[in-house]
């Protein structure tokens, strides 16, 4: 049977911001207008018994619909003028949900999370999300409900295990990560920031060539890169190289040289050009560029870097991956070297 307080209309929100408090609001149905036109009721759907109210056992209880937003789910939950803070979007990796809450409704977190279990059941814990730091660009996240931090997610037949609370990954780079998984089979490829394998993997898994150097400096980045090299059966492709670009980067020996990286990729042209075979090869130069700057700056920096240890430029293409920050693009120009 399903429980409801019956409250005149006139006390319903005070009633309902109390039982708010309480959390003994049941979000599953719907608050519902009864009486006769002399006098109007609302039925206030709720968990458990409570004394200080008339409480009804409802005969036509309403329920919202399976698929229903997280603003309509929080409606009868959390105040009125908070529903505009309510996060219109997350991101779920795996079976890990990864939400970013206003600080406006930091209080309500345990509830917007708990909805969002309700929305999404297969998944087994939320996340909250403070943004990305430092040269491994780590994110800065907390739990909010559930212990689970380490899943596997799966896009485009590939598998990459991870732990969200130490390691980023951006659902932004997913069209460059299916792009770079369309090159031909047979070639030798530096990625000389490879995380935890979110470029080597799918190239290893749907282009299959010769071999990957897959260089990582961050040690728990580069141990998930391991691990997701033996989940994808890419062993005899992936060579995984734990160190820093600026010194272990094989030179001379590639077809073609990822440098996906932000903020200061420009530091390591030269060992990424020197990469590339002397008979040639294609960069897929990455940075994170201001709008005016577009695509001047990324370009004048492969020529410098090119001329400065005697190698020949064709830009091939230049394209915007994603918006990085208010008025920056993360962008990649790819260069042939001669
Ligand atoms: C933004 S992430 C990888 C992004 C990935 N290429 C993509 O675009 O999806 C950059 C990675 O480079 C690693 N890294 C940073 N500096 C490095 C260096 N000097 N040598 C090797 N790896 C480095 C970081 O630890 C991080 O895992």
Redesign the pocket.
Known sequence: MKKAILIPVEKAESARSDLLQKELLDGTRKIKLTGSKGEKFLEIPIKTDIEEYTVIEQDAPEYYGKWQSLNERLRDIIPLDELKYVPSGWQIIGDIIIVSIPPEIDKRKTVIANALLEMYPRCKSVIQDFGIEG???EPIRQNIVGDKTETIHKEHQCLFKMDVTK??Y?KG?LS??KRMSKIDSGEVVV??????G??SIPMAVHAKPKQIFS????PV?FSYLCENINLNHVENIIKPIN????E?TPQGVADRV?M???GVTHH?LKQGIGAIKKSGGVLHY?ETTPESLLFDRPVSRIKDAARAIGREVEIMGCRRIKKYSPGVWHVVVDAKIQ
């Open positions: 040269q491994f660009r390691i980023m951006s780079n460059e990560r990625d000389m920031f490879a995380g935890i979110y470029f260089i990582e400096l961050n980045s160190g820093d670009c600026a272990v990822i996906g990286y932000v390591y990455h």
